[in-house]
């Protein structure tokens, strides 16, 4: 019994770190080229959740009825129309203040943070919102000799396989690809990134696209595992996902992924096997274990300073 709960839990686990790994890298992907915290970030994955059922209605009405058609679709055009989102924060709540004090700009992600809940609030309705199942099934594992069996669904396994592709996706693009080395050159030193030819303002702005679009991904994968989600969801799980940043050492993407395991395999854990109710202090207080014994992180690499 022990044994299928362990199972069990960590699959859980498996999952719900899948999820916190790929909001967490559109909060260390900011981090790292401009070293502030996207706090409105949480929204973005709120926000891609709402588009996920409006375009599930909108291909509904249409007619649109295959499953693999109507997931690929809501896919693309959640993650197009959140990746616009995620553009227009930089252009409006950042990129005015780059040249400010460090305060200025967390200000005023706290501020566009409000601004999108009561926007999702006044359009859409205070009151929790659902989506129908679309993936549906599962696979089971049965101990031998026994009925007992540990279930993991097909979209708890598309979750798990989208962060992993997201992942390596992007540890490709920023190690092998121009727009890689033109992002590592932006986070060394701005200034002289534009003195020899990078458009800098195109690639701070391109990774808030790529960030968005990962918590895109999340937030349509997420929709279809629970059904329900209200204008509260990106708080909550945005705070994790930057724990999770954090924890692993934020400007590391896989640094991110790794945090994102930890958490959920950690709240996983203590509520199948201790308490629920207290699952959220446990995770944080490994965080805080870890960051008196590493400061930057599992796998960040501290900080230094430029003379």
């Given at each position: 019994?022990?044994?299928i709960?362990?199972v069990?839990?960590?699959i859980?686990g498996?999952?719900?770190g899948s999820?916190?790994g790929?909001?967490?890298?559109g909060?260390?992907?900011v981090?790292?080229?401009?070293?502030?915290?996207?706090f409105?970030?949480g929204?973005i994955y709120?926000?891609?959740a709402?588009?996920?059922?409006v375009?599930l209605a909108?291909?509904?009405?249409?007619?649109?009825q295959s499953?693999?058609?109507v997931?690929?679709?809501?896919?693309?055009?959640t993650t197009?129309f959140?990746?616009?989102?995620g553009?227009?924060?930089?252009?409006?709540?950042y990129r005015?203040?780059?040249?400010?004090t460090r305060?200025?700009?967390l200000?005023?992600a706290i501020g566009?943070?409000?601004v999108l809940?009561?926007?999702?609030?006044?359009?859409?309705?205070?009151?929790s919102q659902?989506?129908?199942?679309l993936i549906?099934?599962?696979f089971r594992?049965?101990?031998?000799?026994?009925d007992q069996?540990?279930?993991?669904?097909?979209?708890?396994?598309l979750?798990?396989?989208?962060a992993?592709?997201?992942?390596?996706l992007?540890?490709y693009?920023?190690q092998?690809?121009t727009?890689?080395?033109s992002c590592?050159?932006t986070?060394?030193?701005?200034?002289?990134a534009g003195?020899?030819g990078?458009n800098t303002d195109r690639?701070?702005?391109t990774?808030f696209?790529l960030?968005s679009?990962?918590?895109a991904?999340a937030?349509?994968?997420v929709?279809l595992?629970?059904?329900s989600?209200?204008f509260?969801?990106g708080f909550?799980t945005?705070?994790?996902?930057?724990t999770?940043?954090?924890?692993g050492?934020?400007g590391?993407?896989p640094?991110?992924?790794?945090?994102?395991?930890?958490l959920?395999?950690?709240e996983s854990?203590f509520s199948?096997f201790?308490n629920?109710d207290y699952?959220?202090?446990?995770?944080?207080?490994i965080?805080?274990l870890?960051?008196i014994?590493?400061?930057?992180?599992?796998?960040g690499?501290?900080e230094?300073?430029k003379v």
């Amino acid at each position: 019994m022990d044994l299928i709960i362990f199972v069990q839990q960590l699959i859980n686990g498996l999952v719900l770190g899948s999820i916190y790994g790929l909001i967490a890298v559109g909060y260390t992907m900011v981090y790292g080229i401009i070293g502030m915290i996207n706090f409105a970030h949480g929204e973005i994955y709120m926000i891609s959740a709402y588009l996920t059922a409006v375009f599930l209605a909108l291909l509904a009405t249409l007619g649109i009825q295959s499953v693999p058609l109507v997931l690929l679709l809501v896919l693309l055009l959640t993650t197009l129309f959140t990746a616009l989102y995620g553009w227009s924060i930089e252009r409006v709540a950042y990129r005015p203040l780059r040249s400010s004090t460090r305060l200025a700009p967390l200000i005023s992600a706290i501020g566009m943070t409000l601004v999108l809940q009561n926007y999702v609030r006044l359009g859409q309705g205070a009151k929790s919102q659902g989506v129908p199942p679309l993936i549906e099934g599962h696979f089971r594992l049965f101990l031998t000799g026994s009925d007992q069996f540990v279930q993991i669904t097909y979209i708890q396994c598309l979750i798990i396989v989208a962060a992993l592709l997201g992942m390596s996706l992007l540890t490709y693009l920023m190690q092998k690809t121009t727009l890689g080395r033109s992002c590592r050159a932006t986070q060394q030193d701005r200034i002289m990134a534009g003195l020899l030819g990078v458009n800098t303002d195109r690639i701070i702005s391109t990774v808030f696209v790529l960030g968005s679009a990962m918590a895109a991904i999340a937030g349509v994968l997420v929709s279809l595992n629970y059904g329900s989600f209200d204008f509260h969801i990106g708080f909550v799980t945005g705070i994790k996902a930057f724990t999770a940043a954090v924890l692993g050492g934020i400007g590391s993407l896989p640094g991110a992924m790794l945090g994102g395991l930890i958490l959920g395999l950690s709240e996983s854990f203590f509520s199948g096997f201790v308490n629920t109710d207290y699952k959220d202090v446990f995770a944080f207080s490994i965080l805080v274990l870890v960051l008196i014994f590493k400061p930057s992180g599992l796998l960040g690499v501290p900080e230094v300073e430029k003379v």
